[in-house]
């Protein structure tokens, strides 16, 4: 379990995280949801070490990751894979050699195992044969599957998401969310989404937070969030006329 | 002032970053010889033009000085080959490197990390300030020299088919000069230069790219930055040098 306690962040005069508490379970997808500006990002960021809390704590199991020393840092990082917004491909290596980075850089397993590992990761999110494509030849959709597999290919125990549909397509996104999901099901791993897509939220949301201005606003999973009554995550998901009337006509029935 | 304190202290730390024992060394190590191909092969022909010039401009000035004075016409070949050696080569070869490969070094460490490929690879658990910059250091370290000698081996030449051919001086008396009180120290001081010019410049470069917040206006200012402090630096260090070494 991954647990975020009494996390505050400023930046300068500006607060951006107030006292955000939340837990990751195992084996399930948590979302990460709010509006643009909520403090997305950067919770998912201190999550992982990339911006540091001006207070508060970050539980990774029974181990206080900011209280770490450098190299035990380094060490659980490489259980953490991280999909990008960006997908954060390397463009100057082909698919392969993208993927391969983190085996090259830490494992010990010969050229052979190496390429058999890249073309399983590149199998698994239904790329095979792309190998030696470089970034600027694939699409939106087929690098953040690309960064999929690069962020697995060590094999992670946390598995960290950036607005994985952002620019893409719906039916994209769908596959997406479930090449994800179901990732995140058979390694049994903690996976956190960052996302303001409500089709994720209501696809692959086993647990949901909500933030609001900094501040944690609601926490349920998808079930919930159609019942529930919670000012702040009605007016995010129903944030459309159309959906406005949606819900209305819901609620009537 | 504060900032600049601030600058150094973090350029310091950072240092101690780059300078960490690698993850895997076959990874540095090939790294490594893709920037000394980088620096090294892409930068010979734009030193070999400059070198020609430097010495060629030497030769030209100093033969205009000598004009109807009592000065022995060979040292032609003497001065043009200290100046080449002392300072010409190392300082104008190293000042165009900050601005070649300095200026590329900013440029691609800034890309990536506005582009989050440093992100991505620190969460890969990779120290990227040493995986990045430490291979760029020890080939610029390598290379930088080797293409300040080769420069200045230019130089004596373009001094000397700037006043042989063109009839200013004859054979005998350029290679005279250039036979003439000879000071192996001078290569030394060369190579010194050299060594310390190349730290200055691949460090305060990849500093500046490595650092970089912002879009693409910020990007360009820290490659202008880098090209900037590292002249600077280095015509500071080569008054430091020479006030040292001679």
Known sequence: ?253 | MFTILTHFGIYLQWLRQVFHKPEKWSMYWRETLRQMNSIGIGSLVIVGIISIFIGAVTAVQFAYQMQESIIPRYYVGYIVRDMTIIELAPTFSCMLLAGKVGSNLAAELGGMRQKEHIDAMEIMGVNTAAYLVQPKIIAALFVVPMLVCVGAFISVIGGYIAVVPTGWFSHAEYIRGLRSFFEPYNVWMMFVKAFVFAFILTTVSCYQGYFVKGGSIELGDASTRAVVYSNILILSADYVIAMLMT
Not at chain 1, 203 to 231: F, M, P, S, Y
Request: net charge neutral.
């Open chain 1, 1 to 253: 379990m991954i647990k975020a306690v009494n996390i505050f962040k400023n930046f300068g005069d500006q607060h951006v995280l107030n006292d955000v508490s939340c837990e990751f379970e195992q084996g399930k997808a948590n979302l990460i949801i709010g509006r643009s500006g909520a403090g997305k990002t950067v919770l998912l960021k201190i999550l992982i070490g990339l911006i540091h809390p001006t207070s508060g704590k970050v539980w990774y199991d029974d181990v206080d990751f900011y209280a770490l020393e450098k190299q035990p840092m380094r060490a659980l990082r490489m259980q953490i894979g991280m999909l990008f917004q960006g997908s954060a491909l390397f463009d100057s290596m082909n698919v392969q050699d993208n993927i391969r980075f983190p085996l090259d850089m830490f494992s010990t397993m010969t050229r052979k195992e190496k390429n058999k590992r890249v073309d399983y990761c590149l199998d698994r999110v239904n790329l095979a044969g792309t190998n030696n494509k470089f970034p600027s030849e694939l699409s939106g959709g087929m690098q953040k599957r690309v960064g999929i597999a690069r962020a697995i290919v060590l094999n992670p125990k946390y598995l960290f998401c950036d607005e994985p549909n952002s620019g893409l397509d719906p039916k994209t996104a769908m596959v997406i969310d479930e090449l994800i999901y179901s990732i995140t099901k058979e390694n049994n791993i903690i996976t956190v989404i960052n996302t303001h897509d409500m089709n994720s939220v209501m696809e692959i949301g086993d647990n949901i937070i909500l933030l609001h201005e900094g501040q944690l606003a609601w926490k349920g999973n998808k079930e919930e969030v159609l019942t529930t009554r919670n000012e702040i995550l009605e007016g995010f998901i129903f944030a459309s006329p159309f959906l406005q009337k949606l819900r209305k006509k819901m609620v009537e029935h």
